[in-house]
């Protein structure tokens, strides 16, 4: 799953690396722990050169009143399932990030939570569906992030991950047809993904500063790293 992100990137590079403006409302602040029902920053296939903010969190369409919404949809079923239906047909949307974080489960004790990130790109795009909700007096532009299988960089710290688009995909993902789309919706495949592991200071949304992704000395990053485990 993808349960919590992080973008830091300055602005303007920001800006620079997507070829988009940022539009939203409260303007952009770095961020380094952002928690479900938080804002994403997004860009949408309606809106190719805007980076916008939207509630992390798909509301169903039926709900009667605002609420969390579902922050991950799995790409296996994705087509299948009635609240991602339309979503699915002609709302897909990059979802910015600099290195989201995933927990490990050692042996029943403690998770230990990595981050995960781009050694050679500092901001990446993962694969998002957008909705907007419509309620009596607000709407609510919301997104939920896809998921897949690890790869084998993930597969040692958790049994799912966000799709994580590789730079030359990004454009083609907001185009495509669905048919095309759910071919996209792979394991990370390039070999520039890395991860390691942080201080549990990352589990209060709270923590929102540059030494979240400080790493902890017996850092572990990599292929290589995972590999002789």
């Known amino acids: 799953m993808c349960g919590r992100n992080s973008l830091f990137l300055a602005r303007e590079d920001l800006e620079d690396r ?9 303007g952009y602040t770095p961020r380094y722990n952002i928690a479900p029902g938080a804002d994403l920053e997004v860009v949408t296939n309606e809106a190719t050169d805007e980076i916008d903010q939207y509630h992390w969190g798909l509301i169903p369409f039926w709900a009667d009143e605002p609420e969390e919404g579902i922050i991950n949809a799995r790409t296996e079923t994705v087509d299948e399932k009635r609240v991602f ?73 958790h049994d799912r991950m966000p799709v994580v688009l590789p730079t030359d995909a990004e454009a083609e993902w907001l185009a495509a047809k669905p048919s095309r789309r759910k071919e996209l919706c792979q394991p990370y495949p390039d070999d520039d993904l890395m991860a390691y592991e942080i201080s549990t200071h990352v589990n209060d949304p709270s923590h929102d500063e540059p030494t979240v992704i400080e790493p902890l000395e017996h850092e572990q990053s990599g292929l290589g790293e995972f590999g002789s485990r």
Request: glycine residues 8%.
């Open 18 to 26: 997507f070829d988009a403006k940022i539009v939203a409302d409260g």
């Open 85 to 157: 239906e339309n979503a699915w047909e002609s709302r897909p949307c990059l979802v910015l990030s600099t290195g989201f974080y995933e927990w490990e489960s050692r042996n029943g004790g403690p998770k230990q939570p990595y981050r995960i990130y781009r050694e050679d790109d500092p901001a990446f795009a993962m694969a998002g569906l957008w909705e907007r909700w419509d309620g009596d007096d607000e709407t609510v532009s919301c997104v939920t992030i896809l998921t897949t299988e690890p790869n084998e960089v993930i597969e040692p710290i």
